[in-house]
């Protein structure tokens, strides 16, 4: 079975520059999620989506922070602009509903 | 903050060890989940532990949940050096279905 996918693997931009990640879910998952996780501390939901709606959106930072999930599979989430506070390990995951959660490799950003 | 607070936040043991972290959550939950992490790595689902349940197993794991003091143990036993990780308790609550992952414990398994 194949796992999450997420590119690309490291990032590396400047402040006030925009950036993106892409991420594909375990097929046939309908829940999708992105995490924020800065290094030493645990992650942090950003956004969660069930099939291609948004069940859970009240920690993105909604004024640099978007995401969409394209006909309820692939995923991007897209920072514009970013800020050096930014700087962390992207994680997507996805599950069935009410179930354990599969996360992918996460990209690694740093904003400098 | 609904966030789950994991003690202790580091542990080192030696080989053969036994190893137990703890997780308090805040209000009533759906379920409580174990995820291990390797430094750089995604996190790996360990075991879920839903809230009509006391203990679960599986292989070395042991996990245990008291819903009356909102908390939780994950017990390794017989420690390997490649258990070596940083272990997150992430709880579902009812009020939503958020999972919500605390802050971690770093485990140092000593060869």
């Known amino acids: 079975e194949a796992g999450v996918a997420q590119s690309p693997r490291y990032k590396i931009i400047e402040k006030r520059q925009s950036v993106a990640f892409w991420c594909n879910p375990i097929?046939?998952?309908?829940?999708l999620y992105w995490y924020q996780q800065i290094l030493g501390q645990g992650p942090k939901l950003l956004i969660q989506?069930?099939?291609?709606?948004?069940?859970?959106d009240s920690q993105l930072p909604k004024d640099r922070f978007s995401a969409e999930r394209l006909k309820g599979v692939d995923s991007t989430l897209k920072i514009q602009p970013a800020k050096l506070e930014d700087s962390a390990v992207y994680l997507c995951?996805?599950?069935?509903?009410?179930?354990?959660?599969?996360f992918g490799s996460g990209t690694q950003l740093s904003v400098l | 903050s609904q966030q789950g607070e994991e003690d202790p936040q580091a542990l080192s043991i030696q080989e053969g060890e036994n190893a137990t972290m703890n997780c308090s959550y805040k209000?009533?939950?759906?379920?409580l989940q174990w995820y291990r992490q390797n430094s750089g790595r995604g996190l790996v689902h360990l075991i879920l532990?839903?809230?009509?349940?006391r203990e679960k197993h599986s292989g070395r794991l042991r996990v245990t949940l008291d819903t009356s003091k909102k908390s939780s143990s994950l017990l390794i036993t017989a420690s390997r050096a490649a258990d070596t990780a940083s272990y997150f308790c992430?709880?579902?609550?009812?009020?939503?279905?958020?999972?919500?992952f605390g802050e971690g414990t770093q485990l140092t398994v000593n060869p």
């Open positions: 992430a709880t579902e609550y009812t009020s939503g279905s958020r999972l919500t």
């Open positions: 097929s046939g998952h309908a829940t």
């Open positions: 532990i839903r809230s009509n349940e």
């Open positions: 209000t009533s939950i759906n379920n």
């Open positions: 995951a996805s599950s069935l509903v009410g179930e354990k959660l599969f």
């Open positions: 989506f069930q099939n291609n709606g948004v069940v859970d």
